[in-house]
């Protein structure tokens, strides 16, 4: 089934990530070292999420069982999670790999933690969220958001390191990404040129040229991610919203 979900067979991916329910969540909850529930605990989306990225990743026929691979990728994304939400909440820590894994394969956790929870927005858990079809969709999505940072010269880890480690600095530079995403003239260059307009930026919002020089990964991926029409799942999951030029708000960004 791993080898059809590869080739693109949508149905036994779908199929095999339902049957993978379980083996998701005992995995997870060892991890964690506590009980997990699929309608209350992010902590199991992302867990299957690493486990569809596993299908997606795992070399058939190069030694490691399936199930061993998909567990170590399972528990390298939470320790990825728990890294990006232990500022802003007290959770228990995973830094530590257990000994004789290895370590990250380098695609960073999803937008939760990704950049992948790349604005400070709130989110909602859904329990229709963890269907086996909301998780492929979840991501695909993931794969397109990676297909629009690559023709910015970005990628998710680019991202994932960028992200600020404060909040109120992280705050300040999605204000800043909202502004250029609903100024229609600005975000028409931005994705014609493929590069932020710094000066109009700056001018714009008041924010120095040293801010904006050292957030611009950071602007762009959120930027990016508000001005595609293909990411509503991400947006949502992140807590944004696209943009309305007609509600443009000028100056929100310090």
């Known amino acids: 089934m791993v080898k059809a979900a590869q080739a693109g067979n949508e149905e036994s991916r779908r199929a ?9 969540r005992r995995v997870a909850e060892a991890a964690c070292r506590r009980r997990l529930e699929w309608e209350n605990d992010d902590e199991l989306s992302v867990a299957l999420i690493a486990f569809n990225e596993a299908v997606d990743t795992y070399a058939v026929g190069r030694g490691a069982r399936f199930e061993t691979y998909a567990a170590a990728v399972i ?14 909440r007290r959770v228990l820590s995973l830094d530590a ?15 939760a933690a990704a950049a992948e929870r790349l604005p400070s927005g709130g989110w909602t858990p859904d329990p229709l969220a963890n269907s086996a079809e909301a998780i492929a969709e979840r991501a695909d999505e993931i794969r397109r958001y990676a297909a629009h940072l690559a023709r910015f010269g970005l990628t998710l880890a680019d991202l994932r390191r960028a992200a600020p480690q404060h909040r109120d600095t992280r705050e300040r530079l999605v204000a800043i990404a909202r502004h250029l995403a609903a100024d229609p003239e600005l975000s028409a260059r931005f994705l014609t040129q493929r590069r932020l307009p710094l000066a109009d930026l700056a001018a714009a919002t008041g924010a120095s040229r040293k801010v904006l020089d050292s957030g611009r990964r950071y602007i762009t991926g959120v930027a990016l991610l508000l001005l595609a029409e293909d990411l509503d799942g991400l ?16 100056g929100d960004a310090p």
């Open 16 to 24: 095999l990530l339902e049957a993978a329910r379980p083996f998701v």
């Open 75 to 88: 528990r390298h994304r939470l320790v990825d999670y728990f890294r990006q939400e232990a500022p802003h």
């Open 235 to 250: 947006r949502s999951f992140a807590g944004l919203d696209r943009p309305d030029p007609s509600r443009r708000e000028r």
């Open 97 to 111: 790999p257990r000994a004789g894994e290895a370590g990250s394969t380098g695609t960073p956790a999803p937008l």
